[in-house]
């Protein structure tokens, strides 16, 4: 039977930067589902509907979900004839509207191109990276054309929950210096995450690796400076945290293409807001614990 799982492990910060409450169904009944489920609910997929593998033929003849937004399915269970699936998926009027994407054992260039000429959108092969993985389920959702009243209903949503992005008093450090800081690596964020709704993200990356490197960075100095300066006993663990975001920042800088893709917009958005963001609410807020405790 299909086993539906609502949005498990969801964090709100992770409804708030995916707000589209999207659905992804997975098609598959061995380790990688629960994998594939993982690494979905991690970056904040909205839920999950799983089909056994033993109904998987009957339903893709039948295809009665009315909430479904993609398809994931295994191309290599030995369960299903993949290639029929996906067939009549695409035949159906409810199924044929939907993205696919696969995934399978092989990683030659021309099992992209068979299953892409039979109708799917994508192709990932294992072993699955979650990163690129969530990657490409979120770059089809984004690309998927909504029809007008689920457009609506996206875009009211999306306001809303870009309007809740703003800097609000739960991130503040009571240290005014640090404050006017994370109030603009924040109002920095929110630009890349309204631009990348609108599509236009791309244009923004460069700035915005720049401003990660020039004014976080010098952030950080700043703020340790004042660590030093109040002896906040957490000091060298807080420096070693920030060395971490500026390797991988590093990283990011030598990787960088022009322009960027959606993968890669999607990452810096990723890395930003479970790091950075995470690093603010969490590790930052410690040390104006600790200054106000000694006043
Ligand atoms: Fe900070
Ligand atoms: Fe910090």
């Known amino acids: 039977m299909a086993l539906k799982i609502p949005g498990v492990g969801l964090s709100e910060e992770e409804k708030r930067i995916y707000p589209m409450g999207k659905i992804a169904l997975m098609i598959s009944l061995d380790m990688l589902r629960f ?8 970056f904040g997929i909205s839920e999950i509907q799983t089909i056994g593998a033993k109904i998987v033929a009957l339903t893709s003849k039948n ?21 029929e699936v996906i067939a009549n998926l695409k035949k159906g009027i409810k199924s044929a509207i939907l993205p696919i994407l696969a995934i399978g054992n092989r990683s030659d260039a021309s099992i ?5 000429t039979l109708g799917c959108e994508d192709y990932i092969p294992k072993p699955i990276d979650d990163m690129i993985l969530s990657s490409k389920v979120l770059q089809l959702l984004r690309e998927r054309k909504p029809n007008t009243e689920i457009k609506t209903h996206i875009e009211e949503k999306s306001k809303l929950e870009t309007l809740k992005l703003a800097w609000h008093a739960e991130f503040e450090t009571g240290i005014q210096a640090i404050d006017e800081e994370h109030h603009e690596i924040i109002k920095q964020y929110q630009k890349l995450y309204a631009l990348m709704k609108d599509g236009l993200g791309h244009d923004f990356y460069e700035d915005f690796l720049a401003f990660l490197s020039s004014y ?67 590790e930052d807020r410690k040390i104006g614990a600790y200054y106000k405790s000694q006043k």
């Open 35 to 42: 994998k594939v489920e993982k690494a979905l609910r991690q």
């Open 63 to 83: 295809f009665t979900y009315n909430d479904i937004e993609l398809i994931i399915i295994d191309v290599d269970s030995p369960d299903f004839n993949a290639y």
């Open 112 to 116: 992209a191109t068979q299953l892409k």
């Open 216 to 282: 976080v960075i010098s952030h950080f100095e700043n703020e340790e400076r004042i660590q030093q300066e109040i002896g906040y006993p957490q000091m060298d663990v807080h420096k070693h945290s920030h060395s971490e975001f500026k390797e991988k920042l590093t990283s990011f800088i030598q990787d960088k293409k022009v322009p960027p893709s959606n993968q890669d917009l999607l990452k810096i958005n990723l890395f930003v807001k479970d790091w950075l963001i995470h690093h603010i609410y969490v």
